[in-house]
């Protein structure tokens, strides 16, 4: 049975006194310190007003000063919580999916609350507590300015009817940070079962899914499944490596082996996650209407779906933006990474002849320091242009954040996969030396490898203790008294100092580059996919200690797949048949074939390579995203939602409802703007 909001924001309150806030505290708003008090009490009557009268109808105090309080410390922190009735409601709102008594997954209405498996007596238990902070965020983030023309004593600040408040103050800086708080007992289960104690089982991803959310339990399952994906590979490269069947050239099979991986696990992932998602309820869950970022800018005008006023920026602007600045910008930082290689390329020739000359111990170990340096050169890279493409992206103004992360996702994607892989492309295909392929594939991997993990799980901790002398003398303390509960304004403002997760980019990002690496070139260095292995299952301690310790708790993200990073994968595994198709031409075995006929040599792959991408294609075709039997729930489900509502309809007599529209006509420059 899950555990419920309420039952764990007994926790809580349990180390609250008597003035104490009267409800459960879920999340946490914090404004900045020299807020004007008349914007402060507007927006904390906006937040308990009804929902008649335009507000969240949330419960909301102020947090008082802790133990010991300080006077820099920032007086605005305000705790958020709400009813259980209307959490309920809420629920309905956000389209919730809950399991009903029948097993099947239905979205919750309060009219069949009693429906639905585990709803007792008035539904304390029924909703987690990720799900409520889920409800609050949401209602927060649908409070709309009225008739406002500004904030209330902040007359810089303007206010437009209809438009997001909390993203509008987010923007402007009077709001600092929303977070959700964390549940300290069941943070406390969750992490012995999943970090705390070294065990060869699965991860615990329903506690995962039950304390974070879809988003991160699917990140979660993604790498495990990544990682068991990889045994194979590992078991088969493993004595490929020890008995040196290959001989640098010897890697046929190897790479046969990675044709066929590399499209089978893509697929049986899909239905994983399908299969995962429809049990989470998210799987057919509808997609919210998406409101603009809280950066987008533009001149005022009206949303045709919402008749709402909000900003618009023309697409040709952007466009303009996109193709004459960020294309130029990404185009001289891959020149700038292949100016690199060159540089390595130079380094690797001048070391080689430096050992051909006087071969040592020395000079033999001499050989490795160019990747190195090299492998350390492509993480800083990386890290700079990341920087840079959030900057251009940012600027280029996306009114979505779907088409910012889009935008975001191609352009790190590109440098990225061009900046770690284009060295090992021309080794491959240009220099055509296998034994130096298998000698930098192995210290690029080993080297990135030892850097992610220092820059993941130690760098993040220890920033973060220095960072803050105060939260360290307040994590010792904790520690010292055992994991005894701390007074609610002392865990507040420790989780307030607390790094905020920027989302799952960088570990998805990091496991698309571990994928290529093993999918492209490692028939060549076997034991590429064992490093991975042990690389994934440190990655697994290690993101797990950073979400229990050094991050804030991040708000549940309803995802039913893992997004864009599908695509990510899909495509570098078609470029994986290539590459390995290639691989398999130029290898003597199958060179010996063809004596005296490279062209024929070249057509022969070339044909065999598009034999294997149309059986790519056609096993995508043959295995079906979804597995049957949820297809057939989810088709049960939408034919018993068209009865019900045709029954409705009659019941009212067949009268249908005229659709809102826009008291203002767009213009075709505005609809054009606003699609995007």
């Given at each position: 049975m899950d555990r419920g909001a309420l039952g764990e924001g007994k926790m809580l309150q349990g180390s609250l006194d008597s003035s104490g806030p009267r409800f459960t505290p879920l999340v946490v708003v914090e404004l900045a310190s020299d807020t004007k008090e008349e914007a402060i009490a507007w927006l904390l009557s906006r937040i308990r007003d009804q929902q008649q009268n335009g507000g969240a109808e949330l419960l909301v105090e102020q947090l008082g000063p802790g133990v010991g309080a300080q006077e820099k410390e920032n007086p605005n922190m305000f705790l958020v919580g709400a009813t259980r009735q209307r959490l309920l409601s809420g629920a309905e709102e956000v389209g919730l999916f809950k399991e009903c008594n029948d097993g099947s997954m239905r979205g919750f209405t309060c009219a069949n609350k009693h429906n639905f498996k585990d709803f007792e007596g008035d539904g304390d238990s029924f909703l987690n507590m990720a799900e409520c902070q889920y409800i609050i965020k949401h209602e927060l983030d649908t409070l709309r300015a009225k008739d406002e023309t500004h904030v209330p004593g902040h007359t810089q600040v303007k206010l437009y009817p209809g438009k997001s408040i909390i993203r509008r103050?987010?923007?402007?800086?009077?709001?600092?940070?929303?977070?959700?708080?964390?549940?300290?007992?069941?943070?406390?289960?969750?992490?012995?079962?999943?970090?705390k104690k070294v065990k060869l089982s699965f991860q615990p991803l329903d506690d995962i899914r039950h304390y974070y959310g879809e988003g991160q339990a699917l990140y979660f399952g993604f790498l495990e499944y990544f990682t068991f994906a990889l045994v194979p590979m590992a078991l088969i490269g493993v004595p490929y490596y020890m008995f040196d069947w290959e001989d640098y050239?010897?890697?046929?099979?190897?790479?046969?082996?990675?044709?066929?991986?590399?499209?089978?696990?893509?697929?049986?992932?899909?239905?994983?996650?399908?299969?995962?998602?429809?049990?989470?309820?998210?799987?057919?869950?509808?997609?919210?209407?998406?409101?603009?970022?809280?950066?987008?800018?533009?001149?005022?005008?009206?949303?045709?779906?919402?008749?709402?006023?909000?900003?618009?920026?023309?697409?040709?602007?952007?466009q303009l933006r996109v193709y004459l600045v960020s294309l130029p910008f990404v185009l001289l930082c891959l020149y700038l990474s292949l100016y690199i290689m060159m540089i390595y390329f130079q380094m690797e020739g001048w070391v080689l002849s430096f050992h051909d000359e006087e071969p040592t111990f020395w000079t033999g170990v001499l050989l490795f320091i160019p990747s190195i340096?090299?492998?350390?050169?492509?993480?800083?890279?990386?890290?700079?242009?990341?920087?840079?493409?959030?900057?251009?992206?940012?600027?280029?103004?996306?009114?979505?954040?779907?088409?910012?992360?889009?935008?975001?996702?191609?352009?790190?994607?590109?440098?990225?996969?061009?900046?770690?892989?284009?060295?090992?492309?021309?080794?491959?295909?240009?220099?055509?030396?296998?034994?130096?392929?298998?000698?930098?594939?192995?210290?690029?991997?080993?080297?990135?490898?030892?850097?992610?993990?220092?820059?993941?799980?130690?760098?993040?901790?220890?920033?973060?203790?220095?960072?803050?002398?105060?939260?360290?003398?307040?994590?010792?303390?904790?520690?010292?008294?055992e994991y005894k509960e701390l007074p609610l304004a002392e865990q507040v403002r420790l989780e307030a100092d607390m790094s905020t997760y920027l989302g799952t980019f960088d570990d998805y990002l990091e496991l698309f580059l571990l994928f290529g690496y093993v999918s492209l070139f490692s028939c060549t260095y076997p034991l590429a996919a064992v490093l991975v292995v042990l690389n994934n299952v440190t990655e697994v301690y290690s993101d797990a200690f950073k979400m229990c310790c050094v991050f804030k708790r991040p708000f549940s993200d309803p995802a039913a797949n893992i997004g864009v990073w599908q695509l990510a994968f899909e495509a570098m595994s078609v470029i994986a048949i290539v590459t390995n198709c290639a691989l398999i031409g130029m290898s003597p075995q199958v060179k010996a074939y063809f004596p005296e006929s490279e062209t024929q040599l070249i057509l022969w792959t070339v044909a065999i390579e598009h034999m294997l991408l149309a059986f790519k294609f056609i096993l995508t075709f043959l295995i079906p995203d979804v597995p049957k039997h949820i297809q057939i729930k989810l088709a049960r489900l939408e034919f018993e939602s068209l009865e019900a509502l045709k029954k409705k309809r009659q019941l009212l007599g067949g009268k249908c409802l005229k659709p809102r529209t826009s008291e203002r006509p767009w213009s075709e420059e505005q609809r054009k703007a606003y699609r995007y």
């Amino acid at each position: 049975m899950d555990r419920g909001a309420l039952g764990e924001g007994k926790m809580l309150q349990g180390s609250l006194d008597s003035s104490g806030p009267r409800f459960t505290p879920l999340v946490v708003v914090e404004l900045a310190s020299d807020t004007k008090e008349e914007a402060i009490a507007w927006l904390l009557s906006r937040i308990r007003d009804q929902q008649q009268n335009g507000g969240a109808e949330l419960l909301v105090e102020q947090l008082g000063p802790g133990v010991g309080a300080q006077e820099k410390e920032n007086p605005n922190m305000f705790l958020v919580g709400a009813t259980r009735q209307r959490l309920l409601s809420g629920a309905e709102e956000v389209g919730l999916f809950k399991e009903c008594n029948d097993g099947s997954m239905r979205g919750f209405t309060c009219a069949n609350k009693h429906n639905f498996k585990d709803f007792e007596g008035d539904g304390d238990s029924f909703l987690n507590m990720a799900e409520c902070q889920y409800i609050i965020k949401h209602e927060l983030d649908t409070l709309r300015a009225k008739d406002e023309t500004h904030v209330p004593g902040h007359t810089q600040v303007k206010l437009y009817p209809g438009k997001s408040i909390i993203r509008r103050l987010q923007s402007k800086g009077i709001l600092i940070q929303i977070f959700p708080l964390h549940g300290q007992e069941e943070l406390k289960r969750l992490s012995f079962s999943w970090y705390k104690k070294v065990k060869l089982s699965f991860q615990p991803l329903d506690d995962i899914r039950h304390y974070y959310g879809e988003g991160q339990a699917l990140y979660f399952g993604f790498l495990e499944y990544f990682t068991f994906a990889l045994v194979p590979m590992a078991l088969i490269g493993v004595p490929y490596y020890m008995f040196d069947w290959e001989d640098y050239d010897k890697y046929v099979i190897f790479a046969v082996f990675n044709l066929v991986w590399c499209t089978v696990i893509l697929e049986l992932w899909k239905r994983f996650s399908s299969s995962q998602a429809y049990r989470w309820g998210t799987l057919s869950r509808k997609k919210a209407f998406e409101e603009p970022r809280p950066g987008f800018h533009g001149t005022l005008g009206f949303n045709p779906v919402t008749g709402r006023q909000e900003p618009l920026y023309p697409n040709h602007k952007r466009q303009l933006r996109v193709y004459l600045v960020s294309l130029p910008f990404v185009l001289l930082c891959l020149y700038l990474s292949l100016y690199i290689m060159m540089i390595y390329f130079q380094m690797e020739g001048w070391v080689l002849s430096f050992h051909d000359e006087e071969p040592t111990f020395w000079t033999g170990v001499l050989l490795f320091i160019p990747s190195i340096i090299y492998a350390v050169v492509i993480e800083i890279m990386n890290l700079i242009y990341r920087y840079a493409a959030e900057f251009l992206t940012e600027w280029e103004n996306h009114r979505l954040e779907s088409s910012y992360q889009n935008h975001l996702v191609l352009k790190v994607l590109v440098f990225n996969f061009f900046n770690c892989f284009a060295s090992l492309f021309y080794i491959a295909f240009v220099m055509q030396d296998m034994v130096l392929l298998r000698q930098s594939l192995a210290t690029l991997l080993i080297t990135s490898q030892i850097l992610n993990q220092f820059m993941e799980a130690f760098l993040p901790y220890w920033l973060q203790r220095r960072r803050n002398k105060k939260m360290i003398r307040k994590v010792q303390k904790r520690r010292a008294v055992e994991y005894k509960e701390l007074p609610l304004a002392e865990q507040v403002r420790l989780e307030a100092d607390m790094s905020t997760y920027l989302g799952t980019f960088d570990d998805y990002l990091e496991l698309f580059l571990l994928f290529g690496y093993v999918s492209l070139f490692s028939c060549t260095y076997p034991l590429a996919a064992v490093l991975v292995v042990l690389n994934n299952v440190t990655e697994v301690y290690s993101d797990a200690f950073k979400m229990c310790c050094v991050f804030k708790r991040p708000f549940s993200d309803p995802a039913a797949n893992i997004g864009v990073w599908q695509l990510a994968f899909e495509a570098m595994s078609v470029i994986a048949i290539v590459t390995n198709c290639a691989l398999i031409g130029m290898s003597p075995q199958v060179k010996a074939y063809f004596p005296e006929s490279e062209t024929q040599l070249i057509l022969w792959t070339v044909a065999i390579e598009h034999m294997l991408l149309a059986f790519k294609f056609i096993l995508t075709f043959l295995i079906p995203d979804v597995p049957k039997h949820i297809q057939i729930k989810l088709a049960r489900l939408e034919f018993e939602s068209l009865e019900a509502l045709k029954k409705k309809r009659q019941l009212l007599g067949g009268k249908c409802l005229k659709p809102r529209t826009s008291e203002r006509p767009w213009s075709e420059e505005q609809r054009k703007a606003y699609r995007y």
